[in-house]
C-alpha cells in the first residue's frame, strides 16, 4: 500500500491551502483517515480525523478553520485548511488505517508535504 500526498506550498497568513491523499495498493478496507503534522523541533500532532462512517475530529488548534473530507472508495483524503497561521508551518502527513482479508489492519503513511505560512 502506498499513500501520496500533495498539495503543500507557500502562502501568506489568511490564505488557503488544499492537500489531498490519495492510496493505492491491496486494500480491503480503509477505517480511518487522518492528517497528521510536524512542526520543526516538535513531535507530530494529529490535526484531523474521519472515520468510515463520516465521523470527524479536529485539533483545537484548528477547529473552524480546516475541513477533512475523505472517499473510502476513492482511497482519497483531503485537508482544506483555511486562514492559515505561521503557526500551521509543518510537514503534513497523511495516514490511512487499512484492513486487508489476510492479515491484522495497520497503519500506512504518506510521504508529508511542507505548507510554509509567511506572517
Known amino acids: 500500500v502506498q499513500l501520496q500526498a500533495s498539495g503543500g506550498g507557500l502562502v501568506q497568513a489568511g490564505g488557503s491551502l488544499r492537500l489531498a491523499c490519495s492510496a493505492s495498493?491491496?486494500?480491503?478496507?480503509?477505517?480511518?483517515m487522518t492528517w497528521h503534522r510536524q512542526a520543526p523541533g516538535k513531535q507530530r500532532e494529529l490535526v484531523a480525523l474521519?472515520?468510515?462512517?463520516?465521523?470527524?475530529k479536529y485539533s483545537d488548534s484548528v477547529k473552524g478553520r480546516f475541513t477533512i473530507s475523505g472517499d473510502t472508495a476513492k482511497k482519497m483524503v483531503s485537508l482544506q485548511m483555511n486562514s492559515l497561521e505561521p503557526g500551521d508551518t509543518a510537514v503534513y502527513y497523511c495516514?490511512?488505517?487499512?484492513?486487508?482479508?489476510?492479515?491484522?489492519?495497520?497503519?500506512?503513511w504518506g510521504q508529508g508535504t511542507l505548507v510554509t505560512v509567511s506572517s
Open positions: 495516514n490511512m488505517f487499512i484492513q486487508h482479508v489476510v492479515s491484522q489492519p495497520k497503519d500506512y
Open positions: 495498493g491491496n486494500i480491503f478496507r480503509i477505517l480511518t
Open positions: 474521519i472515520t468510515r462512517d463520516g465521523t470527524t
